[in-house]
C-alpha cells in the first residue's frame, strides 16, 4: 500500500511538473512585450552588470536552444540593435542578453541605407520589437576613414567600401562644422556621435513604416556610443531622436508609401 501511496505522488509530482513547464512557455508567448522604457532599463542594468563583471549570461542554456527551434523570436525579442561590424563590439554580450532577447543588424560603421533599414523595419514591424538602439562606438574605423577622406588625407579603398560608407560623410562634415575648436582626429568622437544621428536621419527618410510605428507610440528609437576600453554604454539625447522625426516630416524628399505596391 505504501509502494502504491508513494509511486501516485511520484507520478503527481512529475505531472505537476510537466503543467509548470508547459504553463511556463504558454505564459512566455502570451505575456506583453515589456514597454520601450523598460526595455531602455534591461538594456542598462545588462551592461552594468557586464562593465562591473556581473555578467549572468541569461537565456543561453539548453532549454532556451531547444524553445529557439520550436518558438516564434516574435514572442521573446525585446530590442533591435543597429551596431557596427566591429569585433570589439559583441552586442548581446554588452547587454547581458542571450538567446531570441535581440534582434541585431551589423554592418561596418553601423550605417543605415537599404539593407538595414529592410532589416530594421522587419524587427520593428514582424518581431515586434518595441525599442531600437543605434548603437555606435568610439573608435570606429569607418567613421575614422571617412573623417580621413574628407580631409583630404584618404588612401585605396577597394570598390565596394565607398558607397558602404557614404552615408557617413554627412557626419563628419557636421561634426567639422559644429565643432571648429577640433582639428584633425580630434573631431572623429564628435563625428561618432553625429552618425548615429544621421542613421536615425536616413531610417526615418526612407521608412514611413518606421515612422508611423515611432508615431504611434509603438517603438521607441534611440542612440547610444558604446566605449570599447570601457565597456559602457553612454545614452544619447532622445529629444534628438524627436528633433530629427519632426525635421524629416516637414522634409518633401521624404519618402511617403510604406508598403511596395503590387
Wanted: proline letters at 5%.
Amino acid at each position: 500500500m505504501k509502494q502504491l501511496v508513494k509511486k501516485t505522488l511520484n507520478i503527481g509530482c512529475v505531472l505537476l511538473f510537466i503543467q509548470f513547464v508547459f504553463t511556463g512557455i504558454v505564459f512566455a508567448q502570451d505575456t506583453k512585450k515589456p514597454s520601450p522604457d523598460e526595455v531602455i532599463n534591461m538594456l542598462l542594468q545588462g551592461n552594468e552588470r557586464f562593465y562591473t563583471g556581473k555578467s549572468t549570461y541569461p537565456h543561453t542554456n539548453a532549454a532556451r536552444l531547444e524553445m529557439a527551434g520550436k518558438e516564434n523570436q516574435g514572442n521573446y525579442a525585446y530590442a533591435t540593435v543597429l551596431a557596427c561590424s566591429d569585433s570589439r563590439v559583441p552586442v548581446e554580450l554588452l547587454f547581458d542578453a542571450g538567446v531570441m532577447d535581440l534582434f541585431v543588424v551589423r554592418v561596418a560603421g553601423n550605417v543605415c541605407d537599404t539593407d538595414e533599414i529592410g532589416s530594421i523595419e522587419y524587427g520593428l514591424a514582424h518581431v515586434n520589437t518595441p525599442l531600437l538602439v543605434v548603437l555606435g562606438h568610439t573608435q570606429c574605423g569607418a567613421v575614422t576613414a571617412v573623417s580621413h577622406a574628407v580631409h583630404g588625407e584618404g588612401h585605396k579603398l577597394e570598390r565596394n567600401i565607398p558607397p558602404l560608407v557614404d552615408n557617413i560623410i554627412p557626419a563628419v562634415k557636421r561634426a567639422m562644422k559644429q565643432h571648429t575648436e577640433a582639428h584633425g582626429d580630434a573631431v572623429i568622437p564628435f563625428a561618432i556621435e553625429e552618425n548615429v544621428w544621421q542613421a536615425v536621419d536616413d531610417l526615418f527618410m526612407k521608412s514611413p513604416a518606421v515612422r508611423n510605428i515611432v508615431k504611434e507610440g509603438k517603438v521607441k528609437v534611440v542612440g547610444a556610443i558604446y566605449d570599447v576600453a570601457t565597456g559602457k554604454v553612454k545614452w544619447l539625447p532622445i529629444e534628438q531622436v524627436d528633433t530629427i522625426l519632426k525635421k524629416v516630416e516637414a522634409s518633401p524628399n521624404k519618402e511617403t508609401e510604406p508598403f511596395i505596391s503590387e
